[in-house]
């Protein structure tokens, strides 16, 4: 019912900044939340920010002070603004969000994945 489509992923030196986007088409009008997640080659699957409803705004320690999670309900579209970024934040970032359906049953939806690269 739902896709997500993520961009705004490349390469930046480290202190560099990137705004990744998920932007979201089909049945988006009953959003209940949205992560962004991480995943670097050989290590797990890391929480990097995560927003609510309500707009309520959780980030993981690593990135605390440094990324920004953001939605913009006209445009369907979370984003992740980072800033100030060093080596360890290549990952690919994932995106996932969730959505009511008619009966208040929550379903969740992930993109395909952004390549962040931090390096010299």
């Known amino acids: 019912q739902v896709q997500l489509v993520e961009s705004g992923g490349g390469q930046v030196q480290p202190g560099g900044s990137l705004r990744l986007s998920c932007a979201a088409s089909g049945s988006t009008s009953s959003f209940n939340g949205a992560v962004w997640y991480r995943q670097a080659p050989g290590k797990e699957r890391e929480l990097v920010a995560t927003i609510t409803k309500e707009g309520a705004t959780y980030y993981g320690d690593s990135v605390k002070g440094r990324f920004t999670i953001s939605r913009d309900n006209a445009k369907n579209t979370v984003y992740l603004q980072m800033v100030s970024l060093k080596p360890e934040d290549t990952a690919v970032y994932l995106c996932?969000?969730?959505?009511?359906?008619?009966?208040?049953?929550?379903?969740?939806?992930w993109g395909q994945g952004t390549q962040v690269t931090v390096s010299s």
């Open positions: 996932n969000a969730a959505f009511l359906d008619g009966l208040g049953f929550v379903y969740d939806y």
